[in-house]
């Protein structure tokens, strides 16, 4: 995504879908990571199912953003000590209030907010599901971070929350430039014209009209996912984000990078139930050498390169 120029931070985000596939655990332990290099403030943006700040061996705080959408206090005064220096933490929402129950005008605020937290980078865990909340906050970030598993529901869970953001992202384009009628009529039309995948769509809109190609290359031309595979098992596992690679390339037309994998570790379990903060409790642990390793390949841009 462009950067906003009233942006005092880098925002992100990482989704998957469906939960199970340690979303919480990788970005907690990128958090830890990345504030040996910088100030972060992690946001765990599950309204109704926050859990955290037990990756980081914290009790449930008393404030949360239940706070911010219903008592209207400050986001930057709802942020609380993780006990990990450059480390902060805005728990998510406390109660009923789910993705589905923020109001437009909220989530703008909620947006806006973000954008101007006094710090280096913001780190948003998403809620499970593809509500348009849900998506949104994923494609306010700079870098969109998808975690996935070795198991087949995963990916195709995966395959199914790229295609709710894609799709969003070019409503949102063509409803900026004039040409909403255009994208959902053509859609709609798919079948007619042969479009069987989004990648087809973008081509056919493309030859629509030189002014359209134009607004499709610039507008996506920074649109790119960046893949974590985590819980792998042996190295056909490790394989699999190479083919995630390839998924969104044939069906979506997008470029991702394969940040990294984060192998199955006992420990990883251990350190929850024990509520430590793996990375804390691990410094040395495999898992974590891994976790340092994806970090370095989100802030270079770099990916692994895995060979059969």
Known sequence: MKKDPTRKCEIWAVGGGKGGVGKSFVLSSIGMSLAQKGKVVMVDADLGGANLHNFLGLSRPSLSLTDFFERKIMLSDLIVDSGIANLGLLTGAIGSIGAEGIKHSQKNKFFNHIKKLDTDYVLIDLGAGTHFNTIDTFLLAEKMIIVITPEIISIENMYNFLRNVFFRRLGVIFTEHGYRDLIMSTWQRRAEYSINNFKQLVDFLRQQSTEIAGIINSELSDFKVHIILNQARNNQDIMIGNSVKSICLKFFGIHS????????????????????????????????????????????????????
Request: aromatic share 10%; with cysteine; glycine share 8%.
């Open 257 to 308: 990078l394969y940040s990294g994998y984060v192998e199955y570790d006992e420990l990883v379990s251990r350190s929850v139930n024990q509520r430590q903060a793996y990375m804390k409790a691990y410094p040395l642990g495999r898992c974590a050498r891994e976790i340092e390793r994806i970090t370095g390949n989100l802030l270079s841009g770099r990916q692994v390169s895995i060979i059969k």
